[in-house]
Nanobody, 124 residues
């Protein structure tokens, strides 16, 4: 079982980036993106379930980031628009076979598998 995140890089404020996460070895009913800046705890960014249209976002990215998934390809993406310096962090994709409920979908401990992280650095 593996999650492989890619797509990070250097950006300027206002730019866009799209992160991709390739899942292999199993299907994850719930997939999410988290990020961690130096000296800070890992924080929720966005999540999506395999079934159903609901998408969940952190308030800090709502309206700027869009999560999506391609179940046929076992991929999950996050389109990041209007990047800000405070978006600078290592971004991790995560997955679980469970359909996480609203109270746990933002909690990193609910996810069983994690990718290696991809760095996003936004300059002002």
């Amino acid at each position: 079982v593996q999650l492989q995140a890619s797509g990070g890089g250097l950006a300027q404020a206002g730019d866009s980036l799209r992160l991709s996460c390739a899942a292999s070895g199993r299907t994850f009913n719930t997939m999410g993106w988290f990020r961690q800046a130096p000296g800070k705890e890992r924080e929720f960014v966005a999540a999506i379930r395999q079934a159903g249209p609901q998408k969940y976002y952190a308030d800090s990215v709502k309206g700027r980031f869009t999560i999506s998934r391609d179940n046929a390809k076992n991929m999950v993406y996050v389109q990041m628009n209007g990047l800000k310096p405070e978006d600078t962090a290592a971004y991790y994709c995560a997955g679980t076979a469970r359909n996480l409920i609203l109270s746990t979908i933002r909690d990193p401990s609910g996810y069983d598998f994690w990718g290696q992280g991809t760095q996003v650095t936004v300059s002002s």
